[in-house]
């Protein structure tokens, strides 16, 4: 009996095995289980993250989060609450919340107030009220009492309900609005004569205007104490005392804009002049202020009151001569 080997048992072929197939790494024994999430084999570069279950590239096993998560455009809310909040539309429309914007009202609201209490403390900012309520009708009627007080016949102030009037309807009324201009326009036109000369720098204009301001004060203290060491009981408050003390720039502005025409002779003339005016003024205004009628005093205590109206009234000219006098 002839056996031919070409004549194979018939059935299932024989399978030919992959030569590469000897390289491919094993299965390893997790990926047969099938309770993991993730059954690809990770490439861990050394790392073991199969204790938690979760095939993560490029993390260790202590975190397990793929910082590629949150690389998502500007603006996106899965970006993370940090983008959110710097996103400038989120601030606008945060601070357009009602409740919002009612506490920072409320805040500043607080704010001013407190700060409101403490400056009102040193600066009596309701009686700066009274002495700034003017017009031009009086501007120009208060200017022509002081040039011209001869003829003026009634210096009491009037009052409405013990409180004085204001000067916009009380021409006797002290104001603080012309000693204040007058101040000013005395460092302007101080610098205007020194230009016309040849003199002005910006360190000489900053002394002179210092330096008055300072006269200005040791003058408000001198007069303050000497109320005080006489004991005299009057209704001048300190602010009144500043009002009739700046009176005198009027006259000094007069002087200087004199002196651009005439020179010295113009100067003194103008000087001399306002020098009288003014200490008419002051002494029949401070006459009803310091010894009010209806009132009996001693004979000393009269006399006491006139000195200071008299030293009050003495002072401004010398004071006048003093701030203007190296100008011209």
Sequence with gaps: ??????????????????????LSAPIPPMAQNPYMYNQQVPMNNGSNNSEYGFNIPGQGPHYGINPQMTNYPPGDNRGGSETTFMNPQFATQFLAQPVVTDMAVQYGNALVGTGKQHFEKFVPVTALKYYFAVNTNYVFAKLMLLFFPFSHKDWSVKYEQDVPLQPRYEINAPDMYIPTMAFFTYVATAGLVLGMQGRFTHEQLGILASSAL??????????????????????LATLDLLAYCGYKYVGINASLLISLLFRKFGYFVM???????????????????????GHSYTASGNKRRLYFILSLACVQPLLMWWLSYYLV
């Design 1 to 22: 009996m002839n056996y031919n080997h070409s004549n194979a048992r018939r059935g299932k072929p024989k399978r030919l095995l992959d030569p590469s197939a000897g």
């Design 214 to 235: 300072a006269w200005g004060v040791f003058e408000l203290v001198v007069h303050t104490v000497s109320l005080y060491v006489m004991n005299l009981q009057t209704s």
């Design 271 to 293: 000087l001399l002049y306002f020098s009288v005016s003014l200490g008419i003024f002051l002494m029949r205004s401070l006459k009803l202020r310091v010894i009010p009628q």
